[in-house]
């Protein structure tokens, strides 16, 4: 049982550009929630998609976007990149009130140069 | 706002020991409370989950309590091994999860 799997491991970009992290879920899983996570810190929640739909939404700006297919895997883009954007990003799948927890894929290292 | 801390930032102890991690919460209206482990880099690895219902979970050596109405859950480990050196998170539940910033653990041979 494929649990949650993210693309790619690892990204260099430079300040200004544009990214595209992907995240597919677990198998019986229909939510999907996307988390970024500085060094030294806990993962901090930046939004949670279920149904195509963004439902919560955390203290990001808008250059943090999102999307979720009806496979229910999904995508967290982010434009104008900054240096202060390099991190871990996380995505968890879980029900759609994570009632009954969440899973975490390996996430994506993104570092801004 | 749900607030979630945890205590204490970072412990080192020696092998065979058993230890107890603290995390508090604001709000009791949780959905549930998850413990996860962390190794450097890497992502996030599900160790118990309690529902607002229940009042511990035990996996192994692992041993996790909850408290609603004082806004508090342990994280019990015994007989600690140098294997269990990570960063331990809790976080609460429901739709939209609140993660401590973790306790960092180093468990000397």
């Known amino acids: 049982d494929a649990g949650v799997t993210q693309s790619p491991t690892h990204l260099i970009k430079t300040r200004g550009q544009q990214v595209t992290l992907r995240c597919s879920p677990k198998s019986g899983h229909d939510t999907v929630s996307w988390y970024q996570q500085a060094l030294g810190q806990g993962p901090q929640f930046i939004f949670q998609y279920y149904e195509e739909e963004e439902r919560q939404r955390g203290n990001f700006p808008d250059r943090f976007s999102g999307h979720q297919f009806p496979n229910y895997s999904s995508e967290l883009n982010v434009n104008a990149l900054l240096l202060g954007d390099s991190a871990l990003y996380l995505c968890?799948?879980?029900?759609?009130?994570?009632?009954?927890?969440?899973?975490f894929g390996s996430g994506t290292r993104l570092t801004v140069v | 706002k749900q607030e979630v801390t945890q205590i204490p930032a970072a412990l080192s102890v020696p092998e065979g020991e058993n230890l107890v991690l603290n995390c508090s919460f604001t709000d009791s209206a949780i959905y549930n409370l998850q413990w996860f482990r962390q190794d450097p880099g890497k992502g996030l690895t599900s160790l118990l989950l309690?529902?607002?219902?229940?009042r511990e979970q035990t996996s192994g050596r692992l041993n996790a309590s909850l408290d609603k109405s004082s806004g508090r859950s342990t994280l019990y480990i015994a007989a600690s091994q140098p294997g269990d050196s990570a960063t331990y998170l809790c976080n609460t539940g429901g739709f939209k999860t609140i993660f401590g910033a973790g306790t960092r653990l180093f468990v000397k041979a």
């Open positions: 309690i529902q607002s219902s229940q």
């Open positions: 968890a799948s879980s029900d759609i009130g994570g009632f009954y927890g969440y899973t």
